[in-house]
């Protein structure tokens, strides 16, 4: 089990909105910057977001990220079928020195 | 451009050593630490470790301590990671990772394809 809490799943209809979170701790959320990535099978995983909210560039701007304390939350608007793959938050931990990564969140479309 | 290519699959018998790598190409290899990550079969993203290429230092998950080696040539733009003794629950896709600007970044822009190991009797 993560440190790093994510929910399982998640799910949306072509064109919603959906959020996916991301709770962890003062030594990791809580002080250290946020990225979330999107694995397709098969695939690398590709980095979404970094720095708790910047999307590297060629990212739409429909995936947005947020920290609040010690969570965290990807918003994906205006879904779309391509949009379907697991999603995972990642962040530094002070306690472990070392990067954590969330369970992971699988997104149906 | 940047790109990280990895050594081919590999299927190996428990208790084997095994050793793959990483080469970079496009950037100066010793400026960016390589990241080390691991996905078991339907399983989640896990990291692993890293290495800075340019002196070889490395930083361990101590879930991954003692268990893997990772190490570097930079003489050959190349990194490693590598067992002794190769476990069934080493069988997963294991990535090879670099950090988009931050030399020691954990913001992990550009990936390996990645390598699966898989470890059966």
């Known amino acids: 089990q993560s440190v790093l809490t994510q929910p399982p799943s998640a799910s949306g209809t072509p064109g919603q909105r959906v959020t996916i979170s991301c709770s962890g701790s003062s030594s990791n959320i809580g002080s250290n910057r946020v990225k979330w990535y999107q694995k397709l099978p098969g695939t690398a995983p590709k980095l979404l977001i970094y720095t708790n909210n ?19 939350s990807l918003a994906i608007s205006g879904l779309r079928s391509e949009d379907e793959a697991d999603y995972y938050c990642a962040t530094w931990d002070d306690s472990v020195n070392g990067e954590l990564f969330g369970g992971g969140t699988k997104l149906t479309v | 451009e940047v790109q990280l290519v990895q050594s081919g699959a590999e299927g190996k018998e428990p208790g084997e050593s095994l050793r793959i790598s990483c080469k970079g190409s496009g950037y100066s290899f010793t400026n960016y630490w390589i990241n080390w990550v691991r996905q078991m079969p339907g399983k989640g993203l896990e990291w692993m470790g890293r290495i800075d290429p340019s002196n070889s230092y490395t930083n361990y998950n101590p879930s991954f301590q003692g268990r893997v080696t990772i190490s570097a040539d930079k003489s050959i733009n190349t990194a490693y990671l590598q067992w ?7 069988t997963a896709m294991y990535y090879c990772a670099r950090p988009g600007i931050a030399p020691a970044g954990t913001d992990f822009v550009y990936w390996g394809q990645g ?6 009797s």
């Open chain 1, 54 to 72: 910047q999307r590297p560039s060629g990212v739409p701007d429909r995936f947005s990220g947020s920290k609040s304390g010690t969570s965290a």
């Open chain 2, 84 to 90: 002794s003794n190769l476990e069934a629950s080493d």
């Open chain 2, 115 to 120: 390598t699966l190991v898989t470890v059966s």
